[in-house]
Structures are given as structure tokens and as C-alpha cells.
């Protein structure tokens, strides 16, 4: 039941962004990057692999903690 409430939130969210490209051009890199990343996600929940999906999360967790101290230090240091 989750995982079709899922997709179906990413299938909205997708038709929301795409509406959006199409009014404002200029959000379409971030929508089609978040777009592509949450079909990501949602094929992870189809996985039936553990062990194999419990090295996709890892990564995932592990890349959203870099991207977050990037994120930091390039504040810290006046680029953003």
C-alpha cells in the first residue's frame, strides 16, 4: 500500500514539475533532476534485494552527509 502511495506522490509531483517547466523554462534543470531522482528512490522500494538494498541506502545516506558538509563549507566560505 505504501509504495503505490508513493509512486503515486512521485507521478503527481512529476506532472506539477513538468507544469512548471512548461510555464517557467527556466526551473527545468531542477525539476528534471529531482524528477529523475525520485523515480530513483521509488525503484529502490521495488527491490528485492536486501542486501543489495541495504548498499544502495548506504550510499545514499553517506552521499546526502557529503552533500550537506559541502554544502556547509561552500557557505562558510562565501561561494553560496
Do not use: H, N
Amino acid at each position: 500500500m505504501i509504495r503505490k502511495i508513493l509512486l503515486a506522490v512521485i507521478i503527481v509531483y512529476i506532472a506539477v514539475s513538468t507544469a512548471q517547466i512548461i510555464q517557467r523554462p527556466s526551473t527545468a534543470p531542477e525539476g528534471v533532476v529531482i524528477g529523475a531522482a525520485l523515480l530513483v528512490v521509488i525503484s529502490f522500494s521495488y527491490m528485492r534485494d536486501e542486501q543489495g538494498l541495504a548498499k544502495w541506502e548506504g550510499a545514499a545516506v553517506w552521499l546526502a552527509v557529503f552533500l550537506f558538509v559541502l554544502y556547509g563549507i561552500l557557505k562558510y566560505a562565501g561561494v553560496l
